[in-house]
């Protein structure tokens, strides 16, 4: 287990998937004292957060989790390919980024391009503790449009 790498987060930031897609395990924190009932989320070997529900699988992403927690923390760039990589893996998913929650209403990202710079940024701010954190949140582009 290592320190984690975020010094900040977002109040919220979630990672919602209509299903789960191969190399996305889930299981139960062992912490030093046994297994805790925390269920995390890792894709491709990299933790990516920690699931919140049930019904459609949500993910608390890595940088909003207990950054005092002996997590086998990710540094912020494998986790930003990873979580990249799996929105690629699926379909059917959201991503919502808010940085205080309920102040504003958020940006609706349109296509991957901008996602992938808004969640640079975000992994930047949080790793850094430099900058405003966006608010926003993303969906899948429609099938034939720009990526």
């Not at 209509?18 to 996305?24: K, N």
């Not at 005092?68 to 893996?89: I, K, N, T």
Request: aromatic share 8%.
């Amino acid at each position: 287990m290592n320190q984690s790498p975020y010094v900040r987060s977002p109040d919220r930031f979630l990672l919602g998937l209509g299903r789960r897609p191969a190399g996305l395990v889930i299981a139960p924190f062992e912490s030093d004292w046994g297994t805790t009932d925390e269920m995390l989320c890792t894709f491709r070997g990299v933790l990516i957060g920690r699931a919140v529900k049930g019904d459609s699988l949500v993910i608390s992403l890595t940088p909003a989790l207990d950054r005092q927690r002996a997590y086998d923390w990710p540094s912020g760039q494998a986790f930003l390919e990873a979580v990249l990589a799996l929105l690629f893996e699926v379909d059917d998913w959201w991503v919502h980024c808010e940085r205080d929650s309920d102040q504003e209403v958020p940006h609706q990202a349109t296509g991957m391009q901008q996602l992938r710079s808004l969640m640079a940024q975000v992994v930047d701010i949080c790793c850094t503790g430099i900058g405003e954190l966006p608010t926003f949140v993303s969906t899948p582009p429609s099938p034939g449009a720009a990526v």
